[in-house]
């Protein structure tokens, strides 16, 4: 079994192992410290999207826990909620500069989950917070819940795929399973609005036995490696691959964990400032809308 047999055994390529390397109080000080770099904005908003149950708000509460310095349950989770939640991460009562807008999952079918129309909505800053979707229609852009003329501040400055290590969308045998098909709908969507895009790879845990032992084996993993390697399906490079351990039922935090999940805030904030480069270089028409 494809899985299994690769799972044990490791990559000789990497001479150490970076993750014991790497400081958490570092990245949490990036992240606490970024600016966006145009005037009109402070937080930048990613958005979350992916299939039904690939980790998604998973990956909220997760990183709210590393900030909040214990494991909290604050979204919701392991049920499929229709509505977008705009979520702001607070430390010690202070807002961070990072909004997460998490979603519905996209499913198959024409009448289930989000649709097209409703990403493109989303990513525009057409749709206002805890808009309920319905699964069987798009956004209404003649709605009380519909914003004609969003500024910078409410559009979507980086999408994040999420997809589950574990599910064999990912695998390269089965690259083109039908939610990869999706995300590549929307992929294709987000391209043409020009906004920067990653992967996150979340349950790296239940992916690999090794990475499940101990997760610092997680850059030594085959497994892991094929499933990054396998994403660029998308097409993204796979340096815009994020693999993540989310808290799911531990207790406590663990240091390893919290890199892992810091390290892909830290990279969806340097990207959000790729795209307000992008729109700075794309010329003067658009100063008086960025505020600059
Ligand atoms: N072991 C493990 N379990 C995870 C991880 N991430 C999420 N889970 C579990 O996977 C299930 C689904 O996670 P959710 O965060 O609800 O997924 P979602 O993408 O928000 O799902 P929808 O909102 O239904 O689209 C939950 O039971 C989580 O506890 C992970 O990294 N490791
Ligand atoms: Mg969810």
């Known amino acids: 079994y494809y899985a299994t047999s690769d799972a044990s055994s490791t990559t000789s390529a990497v001479p150490m192992n970076i993750l014991k390397s790497i400081n958490p109080e570092r990245l949490m000080d990036y992240i606490k410290n970024y600016k966006p770099e145009v005037k009109s904005v402070v937080q930048a908003r990613v958005l979350l999207v992916g299939p039904v149950g690939a980790g998604k708000s998973s990956f909220f509460n997760s990183i709210n826990s590393v900030f909040k310095g214990h494991v909290t349950g604050q979204a919701n989770t392991g049920s499929a909620g229709t ?78 795929y999420v997809l589950d290590a574990c599910k064999k969308e990912v ?81 406590e935090l663990d240091v390893h964990t919290d890199i892992l999940l810091l390290t892909a805030v830290v990279q969806m904030l340097r990207y959000s400032n790729g795209y307000f480069d992008d729109i700075y270089q794309a010329g003067d028409q658009k100063s008086e809308w960025l505020g600059l």
Do not use: W
Not at 135 to 142: I, L, R
């Open 171 to 251: 695998s390269a045998r089965v690259g083109l399973h039908v939610c990869v098909c999706l995300c590549m709908c929307v992929f294709m969507c987000v391209v043409s609005l020009g906004v920067p895009q990653l992967v996150l790879l979340t349950k790296v845990d239940e992916a690999c036995p090794l990475v499940r032992d101990d997760l610092t084996n997680i850059y030594l993993s085959h497994y892991i490696e094929r499933m990054v390697s396998a994403c660029v399906c998308l097409g993204v490079s796979q340096s815009c691959v994020l693999p993540v351990k989310n808290y799911s039922r531990e207790l």
């Open 83 to 160: 509505s977008l939640t705009t979520q702001v991460l607070f430390q010690g009562g202070k807002a961070l500069p990072l909004v997460l807008c998490d979603t519905m999952g996209l499913e198959e079918g024409p009448s289930a989950g989000l649709d097209i129309d409703d990403v493109n909505g989303i990513l525009k800053g057409n749709v206002q917070d805890r808009y309920q979707f319905n699964p069987s229609m798009s956004v209404q852009t003649d709605g009380v819940a519909f914003c004609k003329s969003p500024s910078l501040k409410d559009t979507i400055h980086c999408v994040v």
